[in-house]
């Protein structure tokens, strides 16, 4: 059942960076694959880092105890996860479809 989830999960990150980069080819026609699937596969990794950042800091405050810690770790490891695992992933899906067109 993870597998069906981890297969899920990178289907997401996979179609969105391939949106992404036909949309910046449709933009920048002359734009080469390598750029706009770098452009289309960063966006979620940095978009969760960056939800990650905000999570912390904001668990910095010193009333800020308890449950919310559980919720701190989790956006952490779905930030680590996608710059780990996810960004090379559709990055190479990406890769590989935009040098066909």
């Given at each position: 059942?993870?597998?069906?989830?981890?297969?899920?999960?990178?289907?997401?990150?996979?179609?969105?960076?391939?949106?992404?980069?036909?949309g910046v080819r449709s933009i920048r026609p002359q734009s080469s694959a390598r750029w706009s699937s770098l452009l289309g596969s960063s966006l979620l990794p940095v978009l969760s880092v960056i939800l990650f950042l905000a999570a912390f800091s904001t668990a910095l405050e010193p009333d800020f105890r308890g449950p919310e810690v559980l919720g701190i770790a989790i956006v952490g490891m779905v930030a680590m996860f996608s710059v780990i695992v996810g960004w090379p992933?559709?990055?190479?899906?990406?890769?590989?479809?935009?040098?066909r067109r």
């Open positions: 059942m993870a597998l069906v989830g981890l297969a899920v999960v990178l289907g997401v990150y996979c179609g969105v960076a391939l949106l992404v980069s036909a992933v559709s990055y190479f899906v990406a890769h590989r479809v935009m040098a």
